[in-house]
């Protein structure tokens, strides 16, 4: 199967094979290589015919692809390649000037040609392991815009910086729906406005969790599904608004998947940097605010520090919720006044954004439904959240907290509105994000659901508590939840 998508920024469309998650003329590069290889142990008529062409076919690839700017997976490949091209083009030279050609024998070539084939191997796998991710198609009847804003609130000092005049400054990506773009129109890019952007984000990234930047190289010239600045979708209609919180030095954009989805069926979707505790955010001046929280290594006190930053978060949220009232009521003269429903608005977060998502929506009767994404919930459990809360959950195993399960059942069980918690088996910590689109499959780091179905079962579980709750809409909510893993339902008053 082949899919489509946006290539440089020049507007070219660039092929993506799926499954090796390497382009045409990597491909190509990559089939030279193995041709150059292979040609030593073909019939001798068809030898010198197999070398030329594969000569031909990967000399090109390889100048042009070091032009446009080459993925480190394609390096072992040209390596292997370089190692055998002396001895495939020596013999067709030695020919070509009346010479005897030479060639070693057999016992002596295999080494090196296995040798030469294990090395070009390690390409497809790399790029396999770290490819450039592959936004999956919106299933909802909108387009997608999104654009980036930058709020600075002037009630509330940085808390951050000794500078008694700075003053807390978020950056907010809203996703929206939106007017059906013309063909050919160059999507977001992802990770950042622009590339150099994405390419700050995704080393911060990979630094805060010990990868070479390199792995990722491929994740900033990826583009997701919607457009910059899209003209939003016509009608009139009200769209009800998700507010979200990325993990412990997670981006804004890290749930790209998951926001288009929802913008896709009428919701608009604002999610934070939250300086000085997201790896990297680049402000409109240009300036990048880098984490500043880390753990101490003593459980007790990384809790304390969890719950100061778990407050910060939460004011963030609230701030973020304010400002979008005062959009909606064309204060600030933005396309989507008088667009959004306020009176319809969900908090959610992944990891600590999740905790953050709880206790904003303790603090802010605002919120009128939680969604937390696999977040221990730090700070106080009181007061009781009074409005319908979901919980997705992995799976408990050995290595999880002992204290994670318990303080989550209290903070439902507490609750004055139908909660619920949902565990997904075979869901990871990083599978609530976009993690599996772009990091190797393996189960223990983004869980075995897979590169298609990790986002589509976030997608349509939260999807279907939001229309229950924002909505509405009439259905079965706990039978369709319940048919993407082990659910609980906390009934209030303690009741399940």
Known sequence: MRQWRPGADDGRVTEIITGLYMSP???????????????????????????????????P????????????????VLAGAALVLPFALSPLLRRRGGRTA??????LALPGSLACVGLIATGPVGAWAFPVPEFPEPSGEFAVGTRVVQWTDPLRPESFTADPDDRRTVVVQLWYPAQKSPAGTQRAQYLGRTEQEARTVSAALAGAVGLPGF?????????????????????????????FSPGSGGVRTQNTAWAEELASHGYLVAALDHPYDSAAVVLDDGRTVSSETSSSGDRDKDEELAVGWTAVRAADLGFVRTQLDRLDRGETGDPLAGRLDTSRVAVTGHSIGGAAALQAARQDGRFGAVIDLDGYPHGPTSPALGRPTLALTQAVTPDTDPRYL????????????????????????????????????????????????????????????????????????????????????????GGR
Do not use: N
Request: hydrophobic fraction near 50%; charged fraction near 15%; avoid cysteine.
């Open 102 to 107: 030479w060639r070693a024998r057999w016992w």
């Open 25 to 59: 003329l990597e491909i190509l590069s990559l089939l030279g290589a193995v041709a150059l290889v292979t040609a030593r142990w073909l019939p001798s008529v068809l030898r010198p015919r197999v070398t030329i062409a594969a000569a031909a076919v990967l000399v």
């Open 61 to 76: 690839s390889a100048i042009v692809l070091s032009v446009a700017g080459i993925r480190w997976q394609l390096l072992p």
């Open 406 to 493: 318990p303080r989550l059942t209290e903070a439902l069980e507490l609750s004055t509105a139908t909660s619920y918690r949902l565990t997904i088996p075979g869901a990871g910590h990083l599978t609530f994000m976009d993690g599996p689109l772009y990091l190797p499959p393996v189960p223990s780091i983004v869980g075995s659901l897979g590169r298609a179905e990790s986002p589509h079962v976030v997608a349509a579980t939260t999807l279907a508590f939001l229309d229950a709750t924002l909505r509405d809409r009439p259905g079965d909510l706990a039978g369709a939840l319940s048919a993407y893993g082990e659910l609980s339902v906390h009934h209030p008053g």
């Open 215 to 243: 792995l990722v190289d491929g994740v900033p010239r990826a583009r997701s599904r919607s457009v910059f600045d899209a003209p939003v979708a016509g009608a009139g209609e009200r769209f009800p608004i998700v507010l």
